[in-house]
């Protein structure tokens, strides 16, 4: 099946820093979402961004698909952006598969 | 908005208890979804369902079952829970049917409960 995989695992960052999070795949996909999972345990939906470019306030996505990849923006940092990050990818007729996470945490 | 409802956010149970865990979903979706998720592993589908009675299997249904007797319901059991089972369940929903069915296919995002923290003891 397809092969997730995002980097890096884990981030340390300062409050009011940038971010890149990033995540491949290893074949075409017809889905592609990016979530965020608070460390109450509840998973927020950020990007369904299968191609192209989406912006919702600090954080924006970019999906290249022709390339396998796609990357999550976290500008401008928060500790509310705190939690872990899940690329989620579909290929045609299949469930979701779910990379392992990248694990941020910002610091005040 | 989507709203997906899981029954409760925290449960303790024995072993060898037969475990229900509920998902409700108000937005007439077609699939419904539960995951498991442990440290180290990631979310892991257990079952899916594209239509009412309608279901398939995931990575791990091993000690799992599931029931759609109703669109908008779809509850986990663990036959005999184990301390093995002790995980956060997430349930989840989207609009088209993953399996076709002559329809066209339509990329739809899932939308997620706020999870079950199930303790098996």
């Known amino acids: 099946g397809i092969q997730v995989e995002q980097s890096p695992p884990d981030l340390i960052l300062q409050e009011g820093a940038n971010s890149t999070l990033r995540c491949n795949f290893s074949?075409?996909?017809?889905?592609l979402q990016w979530f965020h999972q608070n460390p109450w345990g509840q998973l927020i939906n950020l990007f369904y961004?299968?191609?192209g470019t989406k912006q919702n306030g600090r954080l924006s996505a970019t999906t290249v698909a022709t390339e396998r990849y796609s990357l999550l923006y976290i500008s401008s940092s928060q500790t509310t952006d705190s939690g872990v990050y899940f690329c989620?990818?579909?290929?045609?007729?299949?469930?979701?598969?779910f990379g392992k996470g990248t694990r941020l945490s910002v610091i005040a | 908005d989507v709203k997906v409802t899981q029954s409760s956010r925290y449960l303790v149970k024995r072993t060898g208890e037969k475990v229900f865990l509920e998902c409700v979903q108000d937005?007439?979706?077609?699939?419904m979804f539960w995951y498991r998720q442990d440290p180290g592993l990631g979310l892991r589908l257990i079952y899916f369902?594209?239509?009412?009675?309608?279901?398939e299997k995931g990575d791990i249904p091993e000690g799992y079952s599931v029931s759609r007797e109703k669109k908008e319901r779809f509850s986990l059991i663990l036959e005999s829970a184990s301390t093995n089972q002790t995980s956060m369940y997430l349930c989840?929903?989207?609009?088209?049917?993953?399996?076709?069915?002559?329809?066209?296919?339509?990329?739809?995002?899932?939308?997620f409960g706020d999870g079950t923290r199930l303790s098996i003891l």
């Open positions: 989620a990818v579909e290929e045609r007729n299949t469930p979701l598969v």
């Open positions: 937005m007439d979706h077609e699939n």
């Open positions: 074949d075409s996909v017809n889905n």
């Open positions: 961004i299968p191609s």
């Open positions: 989840a929903s989207s609009l088209w049917p993953v399996r076709g069915r002559g329809l066209p296919y339509s990329n739809q995002p899932q939308h």
């Open positions: 369902s594209y239509d009412v009675k309608m279901k």
